[in-house]
């Protein structure tokens, strides 16, 4: 019997989620401090990546999610059991990858088969944190959830930190391994509460879940334990969700996010210069993460001629026009063809220290529309607002944009939440 289809359920995920890139990116950006050869780091990476598509062929089953990414979850397609199995197969198979990197070195692969099992279970237990306060209706404290989130989304990305520091022949690496390894939790709380601020409108207060936004509405007595657990069995969430952002939820999430990325700026000032590289490449496409503020767009905003002679990409080594810039991102929402796609392109043109320009505005309001998801239209306008440097901008923008916004059925968050 072909062993290939019993791994189906894992293809089936992988070949329909599209985002491995950024976590290939980031260990590349790591290796420029550990220096392993092309074969290691393909190695590493391709473990890295079983991992996370195993872990979420698990994760939708725990969710009782339907739908991933636009297509039905792989355990909708192939059942619950062979899902399983297919999950922890291939856990099974990231070990059997890393040990064959170890090679016939006894003492590395010991060492790698501890680094790998204690990895391992910080994130199950991660995982299992948040199952067991969605299923015993436990509102958790903000200290008890940022340490879960350290868990379970943050320690993949510091596993392969200490894969890497094992496989590498460079010395001295232990100060360097450890401010990578902080930039990973700081990192894995930024990424869980981003995600959390995506998910308040998109399903978690469908399962019943403690996220971040909640928890502070829950602290404050906003809402009730009570409640949530009601959204979780299928009554009106609109009271809720209204609660939950008029107690700060959200307002609270985006101020805890601007908080990690200064942790993230003075965890850069510890590194070496080298890893200046790995922490641009995990700003880029987070609006919140700066090392400066948004330049003013000035009065030529209207007539979209601004006066700028070149930015500098993130990951590249060329300026480009601002005109070359807002055809790029033009045409990047044009071609994003799911939500995760235009939520990639929004975050990375947005994370550049300008404001973007009407038309490009435009473009993501329509792409936002194309994939059917209003919340991230939204967003759109929200981001815009973080980006301007007045109210004056900011109702130009709105002046100019007004067509499209009618035309595509757009309301502000303020709209939406109006006495």
Not at 69 to 98: D, Q, W
Not at 166 to 184: Q, V
């Amino acid at each position: 019997m072909d062993v290939a289809c019993l791994v189906e359920p894992f293809t089936y995920l992988r070949e329909n989620s599209k985002g491995k890139g950024f976590r290939n990116e980031l260990l590349s950006c790591f290796n420029d401090i550990y220096q392993l050869n092309e074969e290691y780091l393909k190695g590493v990476q391709e473990v890295i990546d079983i991992l996370h598509n195993s872990s979420l062929l698990i994760d939708d089953i725990e969710d009782g999610s339907h739908v991933r990414r636009g297509k039905k979850c792989a355990h909708e397609v192939y059942g619950i059991p062979s899902t399983i199995n297919a999950g922890n197969l291939m856990y099974f198979e990231a070990m059997r990858k890393l040990l064959e990197l170890g090679g016939r070195e006894d003492k590395t692969a010991v060492q790698l088969s501890r680094i790998f099992a204690d990895s391992m279970v910080k994130l199950h237990i991660g995982q299992g944190k948040e199952l067991y306060w969605r299923e015993h209706f436990v509102c958790p404290k903000e200290e008890e959830y940022l340490d879960m989130a350290i868990g379970k989304t943050g320690e993949l990305f510091k596993l392969s930190v200490r894969i890497m520091a094992s496989l590498s022949s460079r010395e001295d690496m232990n100060n360097a391994t450890r401010i990578l390894e902080d930039i990973c939790d700081v990192l894995g709380k930024y990424y869980q509460i981003e995600n959390d601020i995506k998910g308040l409108t998109t399903g978690d207060l469908s399962e019943g879940k403690f996220t971040y936004p909640i928890l502070v509405a829950v602290h404050s007595g906003a809402v009730t334990v009570e409640q949530i657990h009601g959204c979780s069995l299928g009554r009106n969430q609109t009271p809720v969700l209204s609660a939950i952002i008029a107690a700060g939820g959200l307002v609270r999430s985006r101020d805890t996010l601007r908080r990690l990325g200064d942790e993230l700026t003075l965890l850069l000032r510890r590194a070496d210069t080298t890893a200046q590289k790995s922490f641009a490449l995990m700003c880029m496409g987070r609006q919140n993460i700066r090392a400066a503020t948004a330049l003013p767009a000035r009065q030529q905003l209207i007539n979209k001629s601004f006066n700028i002679a070149a930015i500098r990409n993130y990951s590249g080594h060329h300026e480009e026009s601002f005109e070359e810039f807002s055809t790029r991102y033009e045409k990047e929402f044009d071609e994003a063809y799911d939500l995760f796609e235009v939520q990639r392109v929004l975050n990375n043109c947005f994370s550049y220290d300008l404001v973007p320009s009407p038309s490009v505005i435009e473009h993501a309001l329509r792409a936002c529309r194309r994939v059917n998801d209003y919340a991230t239209a939204v967003r759109v306008f929200e981001g815009l607002k973080f980006k301007v440097e007045n109210k004056e901008q900011y109702q130009a923008y709105l002046e100019e944009l007004k067509p499209v916004k009618e035309e595509l059925g757009i309301d502000l968050k303020e709209e939406l939440f109006e006495n």
